[in-house]
């Protein structure tokens, strides 16, 4: 699978959890997805763009 496919994945997975209710408690839910680029020298730097995407994710300014 590919990023954009990830993206996509969780994206639907964000959509059906805000579906959800419990005892008129409503979900939400932020995924943070990267991609490894050749530029990553350590996992932790890939750790770190994830951590990235899923801050702007919370911020609302990711589409994922």
């Given at each position: 699978a590919g990023f954009e496919?990830?993206?996509a994945i969780a994206l639907r997975i964000g959509i059906?959890?805000?579906?959800?209710s419990f005892d008129g408690v409503r979900l939400s839910s932020s995924?943070?997805?990267?991609e490894w680029k050749p530029e990553?020298?350590?996992v932790?730097?890939?750790?770190?763009?994830?951590?990235?995407?899923l801050y702007?994710?919370?911020r609302?300014?990711?589409a994922a």
């Open positions: 496919e990830a993206r059906e959890i805000e579906k959800k995924a943070g997805v990267a990553f020298a350590t932790e730097d890939f750790v770190s763009a994830v951590d990235q995407s702007l994710d919370k609302g300014e990711n």
